[in-house]
């Protein structure tokens, strides 16, 4: 793929500049072009640019002009000025930014990664037994398209910087889907360990890593990670990440996510259908690493922490059962009623040791439960959180990424139900009433302590495309990357504190 820039200034026309930024890839289906003649888009709004540039994306050949507020007419249909290309103004405050800012040419380069990504099957032949970080560049395939931005009232400099941005950000989300897409025998918890250590070595100076094994999270007391992971011999690890790019005094955003290889519900063991897909129970994992990428490469001035739970929930001699009673890291107890509502065992240690390591701030991404997209559908994410403001920055944030997330209600109606055991401080699950992503959440919420802001995704619906669509390709969709992006460089440009 190449991304051009073309500055076109009223008062310098017909003279134009064009800068191009960066290329590679392949082949190609048929066109979806918004204009039939000379494929160029047109759009009238941020959601319609946004799908669009996707469009355009999934074709991943041809050449593409995106106006986005330059006033140049299609001399070829009817669609002019009026078609909404002068409108940049309007999109950008609909984005969050004022007229002269870059965040929309940004998401508008990562939608058209979103649209071009394609996982390269053919590169499993040789992948068997070799580090996934050293192919990962392989593993997805973006196509030849060249796609030039047409815009005016920014600067060339500023307008490359937001597209190269645009361009890491898509990149990262395939990393992300490449990652998702594997499959288990390809990408267990070590091969995923082995990941992080590369990729924290390529981010270079001010990244650090640290791994628990399964023999110091029993030292810690981490039994809920450790009872997950109990039918399978390998390991299970806790994986820390963290980037010091704000002060010293700063406080630390954590995001934590849920990796668990594969599920299949444990001795409450899933159906054929419903362990379908079960490798991708790993993609809020994959999510906050990518987006954790992200933020380091484009130097973003904020202490990150990327706190990753890995494991497997597989049946065997040592596997945990029903009725058992777990002891977390934060000395709360678990009776375990359902097996299969194991992703919460492994977020709540996930969620006491970013604390412990300092996090002012949490966002937990997870495939969390099938509730959450029973409610809201395969395209829009459950959010839940403790604190107004925050919910209310991360959905102005998802807004402006494209990405649907809707607010989920928690509260202490929800919270009793898990309070039913006569053996431990709570359950896990509340059998037969309901609510099941709301009552999932406040578990996670009993370990969140009162100082700590937290939000929580659940995103098992539009974690991945089911089948492919005129937009994306069928597989993991890196959905959330781009939300947490967006709150973070929000949070930095009006400089919020976490």
Excluded at 170 to 190: D, V
Excluded at 272 to 284: E, L, P, Q, R, V
Excluded at 370 to 389: H, I, V, W
Excluded at 417 to 428: G, R, V
Aim: hydrophobic share 40%.
């Amino acid at each position: 793929m190449e991304i051009r820039i073309e500055i076109s200034d009223k008062r310098e026309n017909p003279t134009e500049r064009e800068t191009v930024l960066h290329g590679a890839g392949q082949e190609a289906p048929a066109c979806g072009a918004e204009c039939a003649v000379g494929r160029e888009i047109r759009a009238r709004s941020r959601e319609e640019l946004f799908a669009a540039c996707r469009r355009a994306g999934r074709t991943r050949a041809g050449s593409w002009r995106i106006f986005l507020n330059a006033e140049a007419e299609c001399g070829q249909c009817a669609h002019g000025p009026e078609a909404g290309t002068s409108r940049a103004a309007a999109l950008l405050q609909e984005a969050g930014a004022s007229p002269a800012e870059e965040p929309l040419l940004q998401e508008a380069v990562r939608c058209l990664y979103d649209g071009a990504y394609l996982f390269r099957k053919d590169c499993l032949k040789e992948l068997a037994g070799q580090p996934v970080f050293a192919h990962r560049d392989e593993l997805a395939d973006c196509g030849s398209g060249v796609y030039t931005f047409v815009l005016s009232g920014l600067s060339e400099e500023a307008a490359v910087a937001a597209a190269e941005r645009g361009k890491l950000l898509g990149t990262c989300k395939g990393y992300a889907r490449s990652l998702g897409n594997l499959p288990n025998n390809y990408l267990h918890a070590q091969q995923m360990t082995d990941y992080v250590r590369a990729l924290t070595e390529a981010l270079g100076e001010g990244v650090s890593c640290r791994i628990l094994d399964h023999e110091e999270l029993e030292r810690l007391g981490c039994g809920a990670l450790l009872a997950v992971n109990r039918g399978r011999k390998e390991e299970a690890f806790l994986v820390t990440l963290e980037y010091a790019g704000g002060k010293q005094t700063d406080r630390k955003l954590a995001l934590v996510g849920k990796g668990l290889l594969f599920d299949s519900g444990g001795y409450h063991l899933k159906s054929i259908s419903g362990m379908n897909g079960m490798k991708y129970d790993m993609c809020g994992a994959a999510g906050v690493l990518e987006a954790f990428e992200f933020l380091v490469r484009t130097r973003t001035p904020v202490n990150l922490m990327a706190v990753l739970a890995l494991g497997e929930n597989l049946i065997g001699p040592e596997a945990v059962k029903m009725g058992d009673v777990v002891t977390t890291l934060s000395g709360k107890t678990v009776e375990v009623y359902n097996t299969d509502a194991e992703g919460r065992l492994a977020l709540c240690d996930a969620l006491t040791w970013a604390q412990r390591c300092g996090a002012s701030q949490i966002i937990d991404l997870a495939t969390l439960t099938y509730s959450a997209q029973a409610a809201l559908g395969d395209e829009t994410g459950a959010l839940f959180g403790n604190r107004d403001e925050l919910c209310r920055d991360i959905q102005k944030a998802a807004e402006a990424a494209d990405e649907a997330i809707w607010r989920l209600p928690t509260g202490e109606r929800y919270h009793r139900l898990l309070e039913w055991s006569i053996c431990a401080d709570f359950a896990n699950y509340a059998p037969d009433k309901g609510a099941g992503a709301s009552v999932a959440a406040c578990f996670l919420e009993n370990f969140i302590e009162s100082e700590t802001g937290w939000l929580h995704l659940d995103i098992v619906g539009p974690s991945v495309i089911r089948s492919a669509t005129e937009e994306m390709a069928e597989g993991a969709s890196g959905f959330g990357i781009a939300s947490i992006a967006a709150y973070v460089q929000s949070m930095v440009r009006s400089k919020k504190t976490v």
